[in-house]
């Protein structure tokens, strides 16, 4: 059995006995006027993040989410559009998809705004979209690309770039882990299907998206995830593992390389009231930018002993150099 084939045997029967403790279920719940998430899809929260940010969301976007679970993100991104089939959401397991179509019955009963047919169901992979080019303005999976290897993380980014209309955002989120793993965690398909042996450094990650093309990543949020432990797992050491949430925007790709935002801040301390570094950066005096790690590099080239740039966060909310 491949690993791809595990990965669908422990959905199945996630979705035919849901699994409050697989895999995550550390989604956000957003909290919003009229939207109430019934407790089945709560139960089957399988993601280690939130890919839903309102920011993304203005003018009815259409919206494309990859790996159903029981459906709760693809109720949160309906919040936002309510109009027929302007939500589509793909996956490759039967039983998940019979599941949350239940689900969004009940979420119907609890929500006057909401219709099922708001979202459109579709069978499918990650490996092969059943989404037309250049379609989707916002795209996402939760906990679901970590569990690819090399290959097929590939074409599954190079699918998600396909499908996004020019500017398009693919918003994800993963675990990442900066430290090696061994051959047994590696191979263990049962672990990397758990959404826990497949984590990758996080400059692997950005890699990967940007080899694809994407212009513009942001990291919008880093946090502590799960700890793989001596007693329990085939490791001699303890290997902490984190969650990150990332946003990879279809912008063409810069001369001088994709623009990476980690949550670094310029800040222009100078005597004059801003400061114009030629490249179309204006720092206003004594006011913070957020900028990209890019043009962080080439503040500190300039050699300036007034202008202060802080260490990545690891949190981005936009408004930004680029």
């Known amino acids: ?184 965690l590696r191979n263990d398909d049962k672990l990397r299907a758990l959404c826990l042996s497949g984590s990758l450094p996080l400059a692997e990650y950005i890699k990967a998206l940007t080899d694809v093309g994407f212009g513009t990543i942001e990291i919008r949020a880093r946090k502590p995830y799960r700890v793989l432990d001596p007693k329990h797992y085939p490791t001699d050491e303890l290997i902490y593992i984190e969650s990150v949430e990332v946003a990879a925007i279809k912008d063409p790709m810069p001369e001088d390389g994709p623009c990476i935002f980690t949550g670094k801040t310029a800040i222009y301390y100078g005597d004059e009231s801003f400061l114009d570094d030629g490249k179309g950066h204006v720092l206003l005096q004594n006011q913070p930018l957020a900028i990209c790690d890019k043009t962080a590099n080439a503040l500190t080239a300039l050699g300036r002993d007034d202008i202060f740039i802080s260490e990545s966060t690891f949190h981005y909310d936009g408004g930004g150099c680029c």
Not at 147 to 153: G, M, P, S
């Open 1 to 184: 059995m491949s690993y791809l084939e595990t990965t669908r045997e422990v959905y199945k029967e996630a979705a035919l006995t849901p699994d409050v403790g697989l895999c995550c279920t550390t989604n956000p719940i957003w909290e919003l006027p009229g939207l109430k998430i019934p407790k089945i899809m709560q139960e089957m929260n399988y993601g280690c993040g939130s890919t839903v940010h309102a920011r993304d969301l203005s003018n009815n976007p259409k919206m494309l989410y990859v790996g159903v679970g029981g459906g709760m993100e693809l109720l949160q991104f309906a919040y936002f559009n309510r109009q027929k089939d302007g939500v589509i959401g793909i996956d490759s397991v039967d039983e998940m998809l019979e599941a949350s179509s239940k689900n969004f019955k009940i979420a119907e009963e609890l929500n006057p705004w909401f219709k099922s047919d708001f979202v459109s169901l579709k069978k499918g992979d990650a490996l092969h979209l059943p989404v037309e080019d250049n379609s989707i303005d916002v795209a996402a999976q939760n906990c679901l690309f970590n569990i690819f290897k090399a290959q097929d993380l590939k074409k599954a980014i190079e699918e998600m770039y396909r499908v996004l209309k020019p500017n398009g955002k693919l918003v994800m989120s993963d675990p990442t882990c900066e430290q090696d793993m061994n051959n047994a």
